[in-house]
């Protein structure tokens, strides 16, 4: 028998700013406590793994897509948001705003592109629509995958492998579209200075997220011979390559600030980070307990951090291009990896350009 319980979640939302030291508590979904959007997105990435080692090692491969199937039926047939289940501990921080239909409709695009699975087509054909297939929404997240699903099912569209996904190729020009300056259907905000812009907290996690997207989608009309179709005109797999390259350079510096927002990159990047094991001094060079309430003296200390965390990527600037190098001010100087991971695909895609 097949069981599962999934670890979500390292020590508490609300006491983690409570406190300037080590995560505590592990959290978890079961039957009894759902959490379908945690679930399905697990089954997302175990099924996207499946294909990654499908030539190199084709046993573990198919453990992966096995395993990847026995976790989205869990989060199919336990349905319930993580953040109902577990409330105190991820909200209001990382509450499941969008719903857990979307993670279902990207847990089953991704296992049917492993699988290629009529059952997983079926249901995608048949819950497309209520999971928010047909919902215009511009921001590609840690929360919500709905434009995402959306490039991954147009993929198989253009390489006229399933022509039913059809609708989600035009759903993808749509969204591809309304980032793209000068299009008819325009609209994204931008800085001065040339930077998407989306969010007051820690908008580069959008800026990543959407520049990956901009650089799959590219690749995928680039390998297929098509465009993608705004209003009376199109655009072309190199304008979309254009545009993400202005925002992956604005990142790295080519931006008003003339600020690398990737600590440890360029000449001139962040200071003053919000993050506890870069602020707080190593073992080493402070051997003594550190307290709770102790940690607060670095968390408000107006000195550099003493470890630098190389290679993390901040909140970023605001909406005029300006940015506050400064601990407390969260919102700008706190790294995440839902904001790194997408970035580390768009630099291996102009890498290898390289």
């Known amino acids: 028998m097949f069981k599962l319980e999934i670890q979500t979640w390292i020590t508490s939302a609300g006491r983690g700013q409570k406190t300037w030291t080590r995560p505590r508590n592990v959290y978890k979904v079961t039957t009894q406590n759902p959490g379908s959007d945690v679930a399905?997105?697990?089954a997302a990435a175990l099924a996207a793994a499946s294909i990654v080692f499908k030539d190199?090692?084709?046993?573990y491969s198919a453990k992966l897509l096995h395993t990847a199937m026995k976790v989205f039926d869990f989060a199919d047939g336990y349905r319930g948001s993580y953040s109902s289940s577990l409330s105190s501990a991820v909200c209001p921080f990382y509450c499941s705003y969008s719903g857990y239909q979307?993670?279902?409709?990207?847990g089953a695009s991704w296992i049917h592109r492993a699988s290629q699975n009529g059952s997983y087509l079926a249901?995608?054909?048949?819950?497309?629509h209520t999971m928010g297939s047909d919902d215009d929404d511009y921001s590609f997240s840690w929360d919500d995958k709905r434009p995402g699903t959306k490039i991954l099912l147009s993929k198989e569209f253009l390489e006229k492998t399933t022509a039913e996904f059809q609708l989600y190729k035009s759903h993808s020009d749509n969204y591809i579209c309304?980032?793209?300056?000068?299009?008819?259907t325009f609209q994204a905000q931008y800085t001065p200075g040339g930077l998407f812009y989306k969010a007051s907290e820690s908008n580069l996690q959008y800026v990543t997220s959407t520049t990956f997207l901009l650089l799959t989608y590219a690749k995928y009309l680039g390998s297929n011979g098509g465009v993608a179709r705004c209003g009376g005109s199109t655009m072309t797999a190199e304008s979309l390559v254009a545009q993400a390259k202005k925002q992956v350079d604005y990142i790295l510096g080519d931006n008003p600030a003339k600020m690398s927002y990737m600590v440890g990159f360029g000449n001139k990047y962040p200071q003053h980070v919000h993050h506890r094991g870069s602020s707080v001094p190593s073992i080493h060079a402070h051997p003594d307990r550190i307290s709770c309430n102790d940690?607060?003296?670095?968390?408000?200390?107006?000195?550099?951090?003493p470890n630098v965390l190389v290679g993390a990527i901040l909140g970023g600037p605001d909406n005029k291009d300006n940015f506050a190098d400064d601990?407390?001010?969260?919102?700008?100087?706190?790294?995440?990896?839902?904001?790194?991971?997408p970035f580390v695909g768009a630099l291996a895609f102009f890498s290898a350009k390289n």
């Open 178 to 184: 309304s980032l793209i300056p000068g299009t008819s």
């Open 123 to 128: 249901y995608i054909q048949s819950n497309g």
């Open 327 to 341: 601990r407390n001010n969260y919102q700008q100087s706190e790294p995440a990896t839902y904001i790194n991971a």
């Open 295 to 305: 940690g607060f003296h670095y968390l408000y200390s107006g000195s550099p951090n």
């Open 102 to 106: 979307d993670e279902l409709l990207w």
């Open 56 to 59: 190199s090692d084709s046993s």
């Open 40 to 42: 399905a997105e697990t």
